[in-house]
């Protein structure tokens, strides 16, 4: 679907945008719902009801048993897609601020302040839809500092749209991996992130009161206010009930390196899948490396960075060479705790997950809390797989880096 409405003259039959200003678009769109006559991008519709919504889309009315008291309690609005060209001055491409396998996400401005306006991809899958249904269905019941907020939605003809608040500063991933030639997050602050993602984990877990499971936990889901909290966004792929008990499903949704191993190779989840998410995640904020893989060149392979942060953590005994230099120089070293450590044993303590502790002890690692850091077992080293099988390489010396993972989430459908 293109990005803007064509600007060129009006020729018989047919209505375009003339000049972007908001009354222009006002007396389209409702040109455009009163006679139903052309959808978004001009062209016309086949299977309209009478007031002109697409019969086979469906209308605010479908997702109506979504909506909850705590929704109404939340400020959760219903957006009026008149509002959200507006806003967004008809998806306009200086206005684009991300893009992903969900969606399209845009920066718009509603009743005078800014709001990021996710334009979603439903009609590419069945799964997209699902994952709409899922952000109305849990993030407007979730109240804490580290949970992204939804302050509405849309939905009419075939647009589905989710209206978040804005954070200025971005995803984490940006931070991390961005082109910066300074290295302005220092360790306190790094860490006050790390704490911050993984108390909102623990909300999720334990005091949400949907008990939810987020599933795809990796820093470019992780957003950042002008106060750089981090808050944790995108459920379109959570379920809720139970983090203590593992469930099977048919389709695997998540993002390769950080799912656990019994998730992306069995289908089975729960909440110590979002606790090998997490130690994925810290182990390349500490690091700085992505959690992909780079080329050894004396060994002719691919090594990935569990394996390098496991050889330099347990087998090496120099955990701070996996911290990244610029953060080791920039607080002594010595004044950064356990994050390595705990990153890996959160990770991977053993392919059973079983193993992995709980996100609460993770929060009491963090600091310094050694019982429940020692009464875990060592990481194994991790084990490789291809095809299937697994591979317990030699490490050697990476030597030079190589390519990385794809981070878009990916469906797998398990037979």
Known sequence: MPEDLPKRKKTRGEIFFGPTKSTTRYWYFRVLNRFGSLDLVGQRHHN???????????????IGHLLTPAHQAAGFSLFD???IVDATD???LENKIGEGGFGRVYKGQLNGLPVAVKRCFVESSPERLSDFENEIKFIPRLQHRNIVTLKGYCIEGKERILVYEYMQNKSLDKFIFGPRT????????LFAIIEGIAQGIVYLHLHSGLKIIHRD???????LDSEMNPKISDFGTARSGFPNKGRRTDTVSGTYGYMAPEYSTRGIFSGKSDVFSFGSLLLEIVSGKRNGTWYSIRERKSISLHEYAWRLVFEEKNPKRLIRSSLRISVG???????PDCGLRAHRAAEDPEDRPSMWDVVLMLHGGVAALSALPTPKQPARRYGGREQRPKFREVLANGHDWDKKTVTV???
Do not use: T
Request: net charge negative; proline share 2%; charged share 30%.
């Open 48 to 62: 309209l009801n009478k007031d002109g919504v697409d019969k086979a889309s469906s209308s605010n009315d479908d």
């Open 81 to 83: 897609l008149f509002r």
């Open 90 to 92: 008809n998806f306009s």
């Open 182 to 189: 300074d290295w302005s997050l220092y360790w306190d602050r």
């Open 217 to 223: 936990l990796k820093l470019s889901n992780i957003l």
């Open 333 to 339: 070293g010595d004044a950064i705790p356990d994050g």
């Open 413 to 415: 459908l398990m037979r």
